[in-house]
């Protein structure tokens, strides 16, 4: 049987009733209780989650300015030049 769900929370309580694992984000973790759960960091290259920018057709300056600015904070934190 498998079981899916979009909600952390949903997800983190079946692993807490023995019916599973799960990758999640480590920010979902914050508030676990981890008397529950048992947690392991992966090693190596850790996952990636791309995230994209979506706005109107005709982005206003601002949109274009922050745009910018988020693709700037990426490639500082990648490391890699990527857009």
């Known amino acids: 049987m498998a079981y899916e769900s979009a909600d952390y929370h949903v997800i983190l309580a079946l692993v807490a009733a ?3 694992i799960a990758l ?6 914050a508030d676990t209780d981890r008397s529950r759960v048992a947690v392991c960091a992966l090693r190596g290259l850790a996952p990636v989650r791309e995230t994209a920018v979506v706005h109107r057709r005709r982005p206003t300056v601002l949109v274009r300015e922050l ?5 700037t904070a ?7 030049g990527r857009s």
């Open 24 to 29: 999640v984000p480590e920010s979902v973790l």
């Open 67 to 71: 745009t910018a600015f988020l693709r």
């Open 18 to 20: 023995g019916l599973g």
């Open 74 to 80: 990426a490639d500082a934190v990648s490391g890699d």
